[in-house]
């Protein structure tokens, strides 16, 4: 045994980076020097010490096959020193690019085709972007897939609109990649650490790909929020939508709703869908999802979610059942108090950052509300990342009375 743990600690020294040469460059895979099965208990432990003192957690969920889930990978263009061109990720905290060809977590379609490009920004004189100088063109390439479908996008993000030699750019990456099925310029001409700028051009196809999750279809647009790990993202959603235990005639709330996912999947079963989201180019997605799948039982606000449900509220409206899903800051006290006001039976807080969670849970807590059931979902394997579902439900007025 204690032999054992020896030649164990051995195997963790010198697997560190377990043969990614970016390992400590990178530091995008923080647990990479862990086993699968360690990086899941080192998960379960974290959620347990950020969540277990409200209710029981589940075993988290993993992956079958936790390599290249990633179907949107972003990839940074510059320059070396010596003249180099080079794509990948920036170093942890920094703004220096380390260059990437293939990665363990990427699709590795998505690596190609960045790779290509990068060789194709030589052959066609074409400069990267320089940040501190502010020359040069193309500054990031940004690749989704549709994980069911197979339809690919890519994003060009370029410094000014202007494109020289596009169409032969363009004909020559579909000739090595006849797979793209859609290619977007998108121009950033901002002093930005932001990779996307406002304006976009269709430059080959519909500008968009399509989806299928849960059986719903979706449109993804360039801009539009999009969970990143297709195969988790079906049991986070399944979880969710187990927990509200639908009925049919629910009115229920999706907020912080991206493309309307979460909130398309539970208007199957329910009696009407109300989604609220900030960015403006996932609601225009949103909408177009609804008609999609010929959903006439939900409809759509671009709007601050803690600022909608605070005007629903003030409004006398009720809900059956929120669903929300904020970004890793977490949810705001205007939303919360809404929540409360508005009374739900069932909250599915899904989130992807538990100590923010941790502290909006109390706040629920407090205000009428009890954790019932708490999943832990892997959807970011290698990283320190853990995604978790929780079902809150109203307490009964009697049964915080303990006898
Ligand atoms: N539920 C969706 C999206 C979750 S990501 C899905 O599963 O795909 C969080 C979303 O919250 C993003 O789409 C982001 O644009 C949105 N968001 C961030 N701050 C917001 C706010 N204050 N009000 C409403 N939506 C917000």
Redesign the pocket.
Same mark, same amino acid.
């Not at 709007?303 to 803690?306: N, P």
């Given at each position: 045994m204690k032999q054992n743990n020896k030649d164990s600690k051995k195997i963790k020294k010198v697997g560190l980076g377990n043969g990614c040469p970016h390992y400590k460059k990178c530091g995008g895979c923080q647990l990479q020097n862990m086993t699968y099965d360690e990086q899941l208990s080192f998960k379960q432990a974290k959620t347990i010490r950020l969540l277990g003192r409200f209710c029981h957690i589940e075993e988290i969920i993993g992956m079958r096959q936790p390599e290249h889930y990633r179907n949107k990978v972003q990839a940074a263009f510059g320059m070396t020193r010596g003249g180099k061109i080079i794509s990948g990720v920036y170093q942890s905290s920094s703004h220096n690019i380390v260059c990437v060809d293939n990665c363990r977590l990427e699709d590795r379609k998505a690596d190609r085709i960045i790779v290509t490009i990068r060789k194709m920004l030589g052959d066609f004189k074409m400069l990267p972007y320089n940040e501190d100088r502010k020359t040069g063109f193309l500054r990031h390439v940004l690749v989704k897939r549709g994980f069911a479908t197979g339809e690919i996008m890519v994003v060009l993000v370029t410094s000014t609109p202007v494109f020289k030699n596009k169409n032969a750019f363009i004909s020559k990456l579909l000739e090595e990649h006849p797979e793209i099925t859609t290619i977007v310029q998108n121009i950033n001409n901002a002093n930005t650490s932001l990779v996307l700028g406002e304006s976009e051009k269709v430059l080959y196809g519909k500008g968009y790909i399509t989806d299928i999750l849960c059986g719903c279809k979706f449109k993804i647009s360039a801009k539009?929020?999009?969970?990143i790990n297709p195969v988790q @993202?079906e049991k986070l959603y399944n979880t969710a939508i187990e927990y509200a235990d639908l009925k049919g005639d629910e009115t229920v709330i999706?907020?912080?709703? +991206? *493309?309307g @996912? *979460?909130g398309m999947v539970a208007a199957k079963n329910a009696g009407s869908v109300v989604g609220?989201?900030?960015?403006k180019d996932?609601v225009k997605d949103a909408i177009v999802n609804a008609k999609l799948n010929e959903m006439k039982n939900i409809y759509f606000y671009n709007?601050?979610? +803690?600022k909608f449900m605070v005007e629903m509220a003030k409004a006398g409206e009720k809900a059956d059942v929120v669903f929300m899903?904020?970004?890793r800051a977490g949810s705001?006290i205007n939303f919360l108090s809404s929540v409360v006001r508005l009374a739900p039976k069932k909250i599915v807080y *899904?989130s992807c950052n538990p100590e923010t969670q941790a502290r909006d849970l109390a706040y629920l807590v407090k205000n009428g509300y009890q954790c019932k059931k708490i999943q832990p979902v892997d959807m970011f394997p290698h990283t320190a990342h853990v995604e978790t579902v929780v079902l809150l439900s109203q307490r009964r007025p009697d049964t915080h009375i303990v006898s």
């Open positions: 539009s929020f999009y969970q @993202t999706d907020a912080y709703c +991206g *493309i @996912t *979460i609220v989201e900030l960015n996932a709007d601050d979610a +803690g899903d904020p970004p705001d *899904i």
